[in-house]
């Protein structure tokens, strides 16, 4: 198992975001060929649970996972430049030779040591550090803190449910109850797959349980009644849209917006 931990983790990252729709149409990973240019331009070989991100997950900007902190492979060049940039302003050098892997609006940036771990820690460059420290080792490894960005995702992604704009209400004025039914069900189809997985690899274990923290029993339930209440027409992920059964619709926004509560 050892030698696949790490797709493997990253492939089932890949299936829950894909299911939930997280980053919709934005989830894709690079080629190997990719990779190797970022390789071949540093001389040695990324840690191997970083390839795996960028094989799975890593190519391009995802505003929703990352929460605006710009950390794919279509980002290299901006984060090198920020990086360069800000060494240079602060006339900081490292003592071993690091990579950077994303930047924050230009706050800071995250890297690790390479050549040190397959699975790497990660630290925080501080530009204007209150301690007079620019480097804080943050106490994650690279998929620890992968898994803080998952579990950051699920309880952020329905507040945006309820930003609507007036094409999409003249489109559909339940459209906010219909992100919510989507979402419910793609937690409950996330939620069997859970109970009925077989596996040993700890860190799809700790996938799943940071979903099942998210999707509690109370969450769980209430969304199963709400589903009971519509049918679905079952079609492909990107064409899917909730119908409700031909009857009179009575729900008030507010029971909708009191939603968020629950699951945030």
């Not at 939930?20 to 840690?47: F, H, N, W, Y």
């Not at 397959?118 to 620019?134: A, C, M, R």
Request: hydrophobic letters at 35%; aromatic letters at 18%; a negative charge.
């Amino acid at each position: 198992m050892a030698e696949n931990i790490y797709k493997d983790f990253f492939s089932e990252l890949k299936y829950f975001l894909t299911e939930l729709g997280i980053d919709q149409q934005k989830i894709a990973g690079c080629s190997d060929t990719e990779i190797l240019s970022i390789e071949d331009r540093l001389g040695t070989q990324l840690p191997e649970a970083y390839k795996e991100y960028l094989k799975s997950i890593g190519k391009k900007f995802l505003f929703e996972f990352f929460d605006a902190e710009q950390m794919s492979f279509e980002d290299y060049e901006d984060i090198n430049e920020y990086v360069t940039e800000t060494l240079m302003e602060t006339g900081f050098s490292f003592e071993k030779e690091a990579f950077p892997i994303s930047h924050r609006r230009y706050d800071y940036f995250r890297f690790f040591y390479l050549n040190e771990s397959e699975n790497p820690d990660i630290w925080f460059f501080d530009e204007y550090p209150q301690n007079g420290e620019h480097t804080e080792k943050s106490g994650q490894t690279f998929v620890q803190m992968i898994l803080i960005f998952f579990s950051q995702a699920l309880t952020n992604q329905t507040a945006g449910f309820h930003w609507v704009s007036e094409e999409e209400t003249e489109r559909n004025e339940n459209v906010v109850r219909d992100r919510y039914l989507k979402w419910f069900e793609a937690n409950v189809k996330l939620k069997d797959r859970t109970r009925t997985a077989n596996t040993d690899n700890p860190f799809v274990i700790e996938l799943y349980e940071r979903f099942s923290t998210y999707f509690s029993p109370e969450n769980e339930k209430a969304a199963t009644e709400e589903l009971k209440k519509y049918k679905h027409k079952s079609t492909k992920r990107s064409q899917q849209r909730v119908v409700p059964e031909p009857v009179k619709i009575t729900d008030k926004q507010s029971f909708w917006t009191a939603l968020k509560r629950w699951f945030s």
